[in-house]
């Protein structure tokens, strides 16, 4: 268990729908990290957030958005959804957000039809 | 998006064999990582890598950090049932992030 919660841990939903995807950091961990990890595309970077401010961006599409709230847990907001947007969503934590090793939830399993 | 180059893509082995995998990027890290994921589960950290040359164990599994810094291996030694899933390296480039850039993974069977 690494301490990293995310919910729900399966999302069904049809395109053109919103959805709210939630991440709890391991304690004391002040920095979260988003990933896609879909099965053409691999582990793909999002967005990650320290002490509820953005600090690096990745390729996010502009529908995603994300933020990180006063209690350091994160939620990813997943709009006008298409159908390549079924993917594993992760979410991975570290304490500064520099260098340390990352550690990931369980992820939540998106599928659009 | 960026990625890694990881191979192979699979390996299906005997139990009891070696195994080695390994990762080559055209930018050079200052970190590297390597992670296991099984299936249902995210990725789990097996070693961290964080200076060039570097060699580092863990039990039956080692990895090193290249000298180039644009590439890293793992080595799996007398591999178990247990070894299945699929081998991830990440890199992060930058030292002011915590940004990963993955590889494509390599999924290992390994047959009793």
């Known amino acids: 268990d690494s301490g990293v919660t995310q919910t729900p841990k399966h999302l069904i939903t049809a395109t053109g729908q919103r959805v709210t995807l939630r991440c709890s950091p391991r304690?004391?961990?002040?920095?979260v990290y988003w990933y896609q990890q879909s099965l053409d595309q691999g582990l793909q970077f999002l967005i990650q957030y320290y002490n509820g401010e953005e600090r690096a961006k990745g390729n996010i599409l502009e529908r995603f958005s994300a933020q990180q709230f006063p209690d350091l847990h994160s939620e990813l907001n997943l709009s006008s959804l298409e159908l390549g947007d079924s993917a594993l969503y992760f979410c991975?934590?570290?304490?500064?957000?520099?260098?340390?090793?990352?550690?990931f939830g369980d992820g939540t399993r998106l599928s659009i039809l | 998006g960026q990625q890694l180059n990881q191979s192979p893509q699979s390996m299906f082995i005997q139990e009891g064999e070696d195994v080695s995998m390994n990762c080559t990027s055209s930018s050079i890290f200052n970190t590297w990582l390597w992670y296991k994921q099984e299936p249902g589960e995210g990725p789990v950290l097996l070693i961290a890598l964080y200076k060039a040359g570097e060699l580092t164990s863990n039990g039956r599994l080692t990895a090193q950090f290249g000298i180039t810094r644009k590439d890293s291996f793992l080595n799996i030694s007398a591999s178990i049932p247990s070894d299945v899933g699929i081998y991830f390296c990440?890199?992060?480039?930058?030292?002011?992030?915590?940004?990963?850039?993955f590889g494509q993974g390599t999924t290992l069977q390994v047959k009793p």
């Open positions: 304690s004391g961990d002040l920095s």
């Open positions: 990440a890199g992060r480039a930058s030292s002011n992030t915590g940004k990963l850039i």
């Open positions: 991975a934590s570290t304490k500064t957000g520099e260098g340390e090793p990352q550690h």
